[in-house]
């Protein structure tokens, strides 16, 4: 089993453009959650996805963050217009089922920096 | 709300010594806690989770629920220990709450 895969590892964008960050689970898992780490803190997180659902998205920022996680193909976390502020580590992470507290399993990440 | 504080952000050790990541937490209902590592240049792994009660590479972490406590500790510290180590609760939604992180260096 390969892991969770995540991709790119690095992105770099400027300010105003587009980022898309794409994960895929571990075989066998439907359960997908985006976490954000900034530099100096701890991971955050952001949304809790099932196949074409978005079961949590809680932390979310209301502006210019989408996630989606389709029927066929990786969970996809879109960021809109990018700022500096968005610079960071984001991790995803999937677990077999949600009965009760399955345990997370985390790709490498994707490292974002806005210029 | 849930929150999770790792109150050392470094924890520097000679290798041989005893080691106690600290680890405190606020939530209302039952938690579920977990500590997860990550070894330099690689993915965050979990550690272990205090319902299996297990000891993974000599770590061992039990849960006090009246000092709402969750510490990791290892009798004699490796150098192959050296990493981040971040404590983490689960709520019944199935979303991890992390606590800051401790940097762990053991020292020869």
């Known amino acids: 089993n390969a892991g969770v895969m995540q991709n790119p590892r690095h992105l770099v964008r400027r300010r105003g453009q587009e980022a898309r960050l794409r994960c895929s689970p571990m075989?066998?898992?439907?359960?997908v959650y985006w976490y954000r780490q900034l530099p100096e803190e701890g991971l955050k997180f952001m949304v809790y996805?099932?196949?074409?659902?978005?079961?949590?998205e809680s932390g979310m920022p209301k502006e210019r963050f989408s996630a989606e996680f389709p029927k066929e193909g990786p969970s996809i976390l879109r960021i809109q217009q990018v700022v500096r502020g968005d610079s960071a580590a984001y991790f995803c992470?999937?677990?077999?089922?949600?009965?009760?507290?399955?345990?997370?399993?985390f790709g490498p990440g994707t490292r974002l920096l806005v210029l | 709300a849930q929150r999770v504080t790792q109150p050392e952000k470094l924890l520097s050790v000679f290798k041989g010594a005893p080691v106690e990541l600290k680890c405190n937490y606020s939530?209302?209902?039952?938690?579920?806690l977990f500590w997860y590592v990550q070894y330099s240049r690689q993915r965050l792994q979990l550690l272990l989770r205090?319902?299996s009660r297990e000891s993974i590479k000599g770590f061992t972490a039990d849960l006090n629920k009246g000092e709402t406590s969750f510490h990791l500790k290892k009798p004699f510290a490796q150098e192959e220990d050296s990493a981040m180590y971040y404590c983490a609760l689960n709520n019944a939604g199935n979303m991890l709450t992390f606590g800051g992180g401790t940097r762990l260096m053991v020292k020869p």
């Open positions: 075989k066998g898992h439907s359960h």
């Open positions: 996805l099932q196949k074409e659902n978005i079961i949590d």
């Open positions: 205090h319902i």
């Open positions: 939530y209302s209902g039952s938690p579920e």
């Open positions: 992470a999937s677990s077999p089922t949600s009965a009760g507290r399955e345990t997370q399993y």
